[in-house]
């Protein structure tokens, strides 16, 4: 976040003198506490300054990537769930690729007669086994994906940036959002992405 001079003054005022009230502020900037008040409010709303009542402001001494990281820590898996794509184990590779086209997602969860989950079946795997010559009409996907024990998952509860973290460190798109059954199998209940986490990113910034 680029901060104005004013913004900057104000810092340094509450830096040195905190906590100090809105109207001593104004005092030693000659300005009116009507004045400031955009300006202390966008300070308090970023966290770098608190507002106590009947007290005033002090620093907060964060850095602007803390706030940004305690900003992130609010959201939850819940809040972002998008629909999963979910296709039936014994599914052909060309119908595999058909869904994939038709739905417009990268990869593509796959679940047994029982409805839990198995699989994943990226754009890449679909790809590879058209190029290593599989007879894609017959060979099932069940074939070429990836299976337990190597699903990376997460559950509704699960913070964003745990989400985030898991995709970056097992160089994965996207991950299921799971729910435990009685009998400890999988169910696959939503989807997140990494354009989910590039939607909450921009967002932050339009707020
Ligand atoms: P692509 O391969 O199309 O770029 P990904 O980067 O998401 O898409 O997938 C890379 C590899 O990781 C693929 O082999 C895929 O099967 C596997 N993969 C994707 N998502 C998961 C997941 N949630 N858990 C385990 N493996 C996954």
Known sequence: MELNKRQQQIIDIVKHNGPITGEHIADRLDLTRATLRPDL??????????????????????????????????YHVREYASHPIIIKNGMSIYDAICTIFMEDVSTLFI?????????????????????????????????????????SYISMD???????????????????IVQQKENGNLEIKGRISKTTITKLFVSLFKE
């Open 41 to 74: 409010a966008i300070l308090t709303m970023s966290g770098i300054l608190e507002a106590r009542p009947r007290v005033g402001y002090y620093y907060t001494n964060k850095s602007q990537n803390k706030i940004i990281a305690d900003e992130l820590k609010k």
């Open 158 to 176: 699960d913070k964003v940036i745990y989400a985030a973290q898991l995709m970056i460190e097992k160089e994965i798109d996207s991950l299921p």
């Open 111 to 151: 679940i047994n007669e029982k409805g839990d989950f198995v699989g994943v079946c990226s754009r890449k795997d679909l790809l590879r086994a058209s190029m290593m010559g599989e007879d894609i009409h017959t060979t099932p996907v069940d074939i070429i994906m990836t299976r337990m024990p190597n699903l």
